[in-house]
């Protein structure tokens, strides 16, 4: 006689707890990404005036990070979105006391209003910028002269969804998290594709007002076309008090030629509010691209004040996952 099994009600009632428990996990688990950059230069900078370089020869880890963002579905319709990044600076002898500092770092909500998050952000003024800077994150970086570009704690960030090609952001510190203790905002409208992905063009019209100190306007554009890519940026900007003012420019074009990228940059600024005096800084460079992870890359860059220069030549290699 054979005797069929029955499951003992008490394992039914466990496998029954472990299946719903997993359901549930993965039905409100959130979707994230593990992600970052490594990088190492070699430089050799003359008198170590520049941004991001000391004088004689280094070898550096410039903006290396990793960060963890995704999003977790409250309904249908809405989402809580997060991002956490942190620069890594261990890599650095110099910096092992302190190996890390904060990058973007937010929460908020993603829906059919758009998107708004809480926290250290770039300021929209900053994200105007685009594909407009050719050295990003180098000596280079426009940033070496161009004030407003920022990130600070402590603000909110609205981007609203995309109408017809064109895109509003916003970001706004409130007087008490201010540190000229004036509240402040930044207002970006983009036009275009920001990331020069899915169209060939970007146009940005941005402005700045007691963020960080400074009121500014900026205009930047980028533009594609078969190989080449060609960028712009006119920005008027004025000191808080009013004490200092002026124009700054920033023109950049690059050419691709399979895995070569040659490139090259020039930016001025004359408002004195990065540096004491008129500044004009001209690069050159050229990329290699192994794939759209891994990239080489040799640079050239002058900076030239009115009463000190510095230069810089540097080799590279950068790894992004």
Avoid: C
């Avoid at 039914?12 to 994230?32: C, E, K, P, R, V």
């Amino acid at each position: 006689m054979i005797t069929k099994y029955k499951p003992h009600k008490t394992a039914l009632t466990i496998f029954t707890a472990l299946t719903t428990t997993t359901a549930t996990h993965q039905a409100y688990g959130a979707d994230y990404d593990i992600y970052g950059k490594a990088e190492v230069q070699i430089a050799k900078t003359d008198t170590g005036t520049m941004r991001y370089a000391q004088e004689g020869t280094q070898i550096d880890a410039p903006f290396s990070r990793i960060g963890v963002k995704g999003s977790h579905k409250l309904s249908e319709s809405l989402s809580a979105i997060f991002k956490y990044e942190v620069q890594v600076k261990g890599f650095e002898h110099d910096n092992t006391s302190e190996p890390f500092s904060a990058r973007n770092t937010y929460l908020g909500l993603r829906g059919s209003f758009g998107q708004v998050v809480f926290g250290r952000n770039d300021t929209r003024f900053k994200y105007s910028e685009g594909k407009v800077d050719n050295f990003n994150e180098t000596q280079a970086d426009i940033a070496q002269l161009l004030p407003g570009q920022d990130r600070l704690g402590d603000t909110l960030t609205y981007t609203s969804k995309s109408f017809s090609g064109a895109q509003l952001s916003f970001t706004y510190a409130p007087k008490d998290d201010s540190a000229n203790n004036e509240a402040g905002y930044a207002a970006t409208l983009i036009y275009g594709d920001r990331g020069l992905k899915n169209k060939s063009y970007y146009v940005a019209i941005s402005h700045v007002d007691s963020l960080n100190n400074i009121n500014a306007t900026r205009i930047a554009g980028v533009i594609k076309q078969a190989q080449w890519q060609f960028g712009a940026i006119y920005q008027r900007s004025e000191s808080l008090d009013g004490s200092k003012s002026g124009n700054g420019y920033v023109l950049s074009a690059s050419y691709k030629m399979g895995q070569w990228a040659p490139k090259v940059q020039f930016a001025s600024d004359d408002s004195q509010l990065r540096h004491a005096t008129d500044g004009s800084q001209w690069t050159s460079g050229v990329d290699y691209v192994f794939d759209k992870q891994t990239t080489a890359y040799l640079l050239y860059t002058n900076l030239d004040l009115d009463q000190q220069s510095d230069s810089s030549l540097a080799l590279g290699l950068k790894y992004k996952f």
